[in-house]
T-cell receptor
Framework: NAGVTQTPKFQVLKTGQSMTLQCAQD?????MYWYRQDPGMGLRLIYYSASEGTTDKGEVPNGYNVSRLNKREFSLRLESAAPSQTSVYFCASSRQGGSNQPQHFGDGTRLSIL | GESVGLHLPTLSVQEGDNSIINCAYS??????FIWYKQESGKGPQFIIDIRSNMDKRQGQRVTVLLNKTVKHLSLQIAATQPGDSAVYFC??????????FGAGTTVTVRA
C-alpha cells in the first residue's frame, strides 16, 4: 500500500518556466491538499480539494493552480516559476476533510527555482 | 500569525529516557489535534491524534495530553530510541478542511 505518492522528488527550474507536480493516493480518500514547507515557517496550505470536482484556496494560493483529475489524483501547477516558490511541496489526503480525520502525507517534491 | 506553536525548537534526550514535547495553541474553539513526526527527507508521518472531549490518549510508546484550560498539548515518548530522532509537529484543526501547524521541535537522541 503506497499511500500518497508524489512525483518528481526533485526538480530545478529557471525563473519563468512552468511545471506540474503530481500527486496520487491509493487510500480511497475524499479530500486532498497541497502544502509548502519553508524553514522556520511550518507547513502552509496552498490549495485543497474537499472532494472530487471541487478545489479551494488555502493560505498561500498566489502563483499556483490545481486540478483534481479524479478521486486519486491532485496536481499542482506553477505557471511561471519565481525564486520565492523555491520550497518543499507536500501533498496530503484525508478520508473526509472538515471532520476530525488525520491527513496523510507524501514524501514531498523539492523544488528549486533559479 | 500561527495559532499553534511549540515551546522549544530543540530537545536533546538520552536514549532510554522519556521525552516530553510541548505545544501551545491559541484557538479555544479547536476540537481536534494531531501530532506528526518528520524524518529528514520524508513527509510528516501521523503519530497520534486527540479530540477535545478527551484529555489523554495513549498509543504505542506515545501519550498525548490535552489541557484545554491553558490551551496546551504535549506528546510524551516513553523509552526514547535513536529512531525517534526527528522533527515533531503539532497541528490544530481550524475547520474548513484546514490544519494549522507549528514550526516544529527537533528531537535529538543521545546514545
Amino acid at each position: 500500500n503506497a499511500g500518497v505518492t508524489q512525483t518528481p522528488k526533485f526538480q530545478v527550474l529557471k525563473t519563468g518556466q512552468s511545471m506540474t507536480l503530481q500527486c496520487a493516493q491509493d487510500m480511497n480518500h475524499n479530500s486532498m491538499y497541497w502544502y509548502r514547507q519553508d524553514p522556520g515557517m511550518g507547513l502552509r496550505l496552498i490549495y485543497y480539494s474537499a472532494s472530487e470536482g471541487t478545489t479551494d484556496k488555502g493560505e498561500v494560493p498566489n502563483g499556483y493552480n490545481v486540478s483534481r483529475l479524479n478521486k486519486r489524483e491532485f496536481s499542482l501547477r506553477l505557471e511561471s516559476a519565481a525564486p520565492s516558490q523555491t520550497s518543499v511541496y507536500f501533498c496530503a489526503s484525508s478520508r473526509q476533510g472538515g471532520s476530525n480525520q488525520p491527513q496523510h502525507f507524501g514524501d514531498g517534491t523539492r523544488l528549486s527555482i533559479l | 500569525g500561527e495559532s499553534v506553536g511549540l515551546h522549544l525548537p530543540t530537545l536533546s534526550v538520552q536514549e532510554g529516557d522519556n521525552s516530553i514535547i510541548n505545544c501551545a495553541y491559541s484557538n479555544s474553539a479547536s476540537d481536534y489535534f494531531i501530532w506528526y513526526k518528520q524524518e529528514s527527507g520524508k513527509g510528516p508521518q501521523f503519530i497520534i491524534d486527540i479530540r477535545s472531549n478527551m484529555d489523554k490518549r495513549q498509543g504505542q510508546r506515545v501519550t498525548v495530553l490535552l489541557n484545554k484550560t491553558v490551551k496546551h498539548l504535549s506528546l510524551q515518548i516513553a523509552a526514547t530510541q535513536p529512531g525517534d530522532s526527528a522533527v515533531y509537529f503539532c497541528a490544530e484543526n481550524l475547520g474548513d478542511y484546514k490544519l494549522s501547524f507549528g514550526a516544529g521541535t527537533t528531537v535529538t537522541v543521545r546514545a
